[in-house]
């Protein structure tokens, strides 16, 4: 079901930046938290609030696949 997530998301939300795109792949590889702030260089709070951002963003989507995309980064 991730055939062209990312393709999907960035038409969906053209304005979230680069960053956070980066977080999502991350994410949706299945790190967590700590992992991802770890290779981003982040602090781990600043993973969290984003990914949190990132969640409320896709939830207001209207794209058959949003609940598949927010159970992967839960």
Request: aromatic letters at 8%; proline letters at 4%; charged letters at 30%.
């Amino acid at each position: 079901e991730l055939d062209n997530a990312m393709t999907k998301l960035r038409q969906a939300m053209p304005r979230t930046r680069d960053e956070d795109f980066v977080l999502l792949g991350y994410l949706f590889a299945g790190l967590d938290a700590a992992s991802v702030s770890l290779i981003l260089g982040i602090p781990v709070n600043n993973i969290y609030s984003r990914k949190n951002r990132l969640k409320e963003r896709i939830s207001k989507l209207d794209l058959p696949e949003k609940t598949f995309y927010l159970k992967l980064i839960s």
